[in-house]
């Protein structure tokens, strides 16, 4: 093995906490049966990696490395607390995996990272926490950014964290999947924590999960939980739906952002860099899904009818135009079944793209009360301005976006924007001195 600086060190590191996270912490906790210690020796395992991979060089297996420590750290950890001697020795006992494949598994459905969002969405924990110690356990995001996410401070992030992993020890909560009679109990709590793993990998195309890694983990365990749903059942065809609903987004991923990381608008992204494969695979699944709905009386749920307004703006890739008036109706389903600030935000969009803006801005001006805080409400107002030539309340609407907005990149944008307006309601006003004269 060579030896390595400091920064390869660590860049190998993060990949194996960004792409093996989720299994090495299951493979600990299902031997542990304590989250809390598989975390800590899992943490420490990734330190002692940073400390050691310089020197030693990165194994041929780096996530068997990472593991076999973890897995005897958990042991220094049980013993040490004076608790589980029995599973102390029995993890003793076991072979240290070294270099050897970590792809063994005692799960029938061949992954024991389904069983952490299972266990982390049991209905005994509390529901702000469950996306929390998912996202904290599968994808190994950090305090700070969990914090961030959900807009609390570390320490109240990490006693939410503790709290729940003290239920599951508590109230004797099993590390499993359940078995088909509790699946469809649990399908709703389980889908919006895949989505939501999903989500946070899709927001930061380039950051740790540059290569999409995340992302398509949080498709793979969809799949998987898919899988076990019966065909025809209204959780079934949401999950169908789910799985069509990231496709659909992932097949985009290389077109969202420029060169230097800024968030290009879906009209003006390169559909040659679409993934054909990933947009042709989603959009059957919405078909296939909406098709089964009709004939069996299914009703739709919320992430089937998401799919399906991804899926009118994917049908371009196959020579077809975007169906506006079709996505406006979608919406208005939507804001049927999940009510909310955000979808008739959207669903003013999707009017002004089928031609009607005045309707649209109409819509967002009944929002202004519930999202004048939020950037993109001040963004849409601009845009659908800008498209009824009032560029000069445009370009302020565009301000106050970009001052609302979190990050550089979008602030950067915003400006943009307000810039661009501002000059054509400048060239607007000096056209018009020039007719007068």
Known sequence: MAVLGAD????????????????????????????????????DALERALARWPEDGVPRNPAAWVTTVAR????????????????????AAEPALDDEPTERSAFPHGDERLALVFTACHPAIAPDARAALALRTVLGVSIERLARLFGVGEAAMQKRLVRARAKIAHAGIPYRVP???????????????????????????????????????????????RSLMAEGTHERLELDGLLALMLLQHARRAARTSDDGTPVPFVEQDRALWHAEAAAEGLAL???????AAQGGVPGGTH????AIAAEHMRPLLAARIDHERVVELYR???????????????????????????????????????????????????LLARLGRDAE?????????????????????????AAADARSETGQAQSGSAAR
């Not at 919405?286 to 089964?292: E, I």
């Not at 089937?304 to 799919?307: C, E, G, I, R, S």
């Not at 009017?351 to 801005?361: F, I, M, R, S």
């Not at 979190?406 to 950067?412: I, K, L, S, T, V």
Request: glycine share 8%; with cysteine.
């Open 286 to 292: 919405v078909d296939d899904a909406l098709a089964t």
């Open 394 to 418: 445009a370009a302020a609407c565009f301000r106050a976006a970009a001052d609302l907005a979190p990050g550089e990149r979008e602030r950067r944008g915003y400006r943009d924007a307000a």
């Open 179 to 225: 078995g088909p009679a509790e699946l469809p109990a649990r399908a709703e709590g389980v889908r919006e924590v895949l989505y939501g793993l999903y989500a946070i990998a899709h927001a930061e195309p380039t950051g740790d999960d540059a290569d999409g890694s995340a992302a398509d983990e949080a498709i793979r365990l969809t799949r998987l939980c």
């Open 8 to 43: 390869q060190a660590v860049a190998a590191v993060r990949a194996v906490a960004a792409s093996e996270h989720g299994r090495i912490l299951a493979t600990v906790i299902g031997a542990t049966g304590d989250w809390a210690i598989a975390e800590d020796a899992v943490q």
């Open 72 to 91: 005897r750290r958990a042991i220094d950890l049980l013993r040490s607390r004076g608790a589980a001697e029995r599973a102390a020795a029995r993890l």
């Open 333 to 383: 389903v939507l804001e049927r079944i999940d009510p909310s600030p955000h979808v008739t935000l959207n669903r003013a969009i999707a009017q002004a793209n089928a031609g009607d803006a005045a309707a649209g801005l109409d819509a967002l001006d009944g929002l202004r009360p519930a999202l004048d805080g939020h950037p993109l409400l001040h963004a849409a107002r601009g845009d």
């Open 304 to 307: 089937l009818v998401q799919a």
